[in-house]
């Protein structure tokens, strides 16, 4: 099982319920996408391999390959022209959401969790993991 990511080039509407919608159909399309993969998302890939090298970095035979927290590879592959995806191992996923996030969002990039089914824009206040206090009721 892994944690997965949507990555945003275009503005989505401010409305989450029809940025989800209009995410729908950048998914529809981003299979098909045969176009240049976007340069923000190679850059923002290249980020983020610094820290966490891609799974296809590893030889087969390295030990090493259990740890990284990327559950495909190669990232690049999950890229297009309009949107990418990351998928992460589950286990890692809080760990490297945060990195993901801060990466994307200095680029331009909207993050979409469908896990959590949030929406991070570009400029948004960062609210990752906020947990109200056990004795707040609202």
């Known amino acids: 099982m892994s944690f997965t990511v949507d990555l945003i080039i275009p503005t989505l509407p401010?409305?989450?319920?029809?940025?989800?919608?209009?995410?729908?159909?950048?998914r529809e399309r981003y299979y098909e996408d045969k176009g240049e993969k976007s340069p923000i998302l190679i850059k923002l890939h290249d980020e983020l391999i610094v820290r966490y090298p891609c799974l296809c970095s590893y030889k087969e035979d390295d030990e090493e390959i259990e740890n990284c927290p990327w559950a495909d590879g190669p990232m690049l592959g999950n890229f297009a022209s309009e949107m990418g995806m990351i998928a992460v191992v589950w286990s890692r996923a809080d760990e490297l959401f945060p990195f993901i996030l801060e990466?994307?969002?200095?680029?331009?990039?909207?993050v979409a969790d469908g896990q959590s089914e949030k929406i991070y824009r570009p400029g948004d206040e960062?609210?990752?993991?906020?947990?109200k206090p056990w004795w707040k009721f609202w």
């Open 14 to 26: 401010e409305n989450d319920k029809a940025a989800w919608k209009y995410i729908e159909e950048m």
């Open 103 to 110: 990466k994307a969002l200095a680029l331009g990039i909207t």
């Open 126 to 131: 960062l609210k990752i993991n906020e947990k």
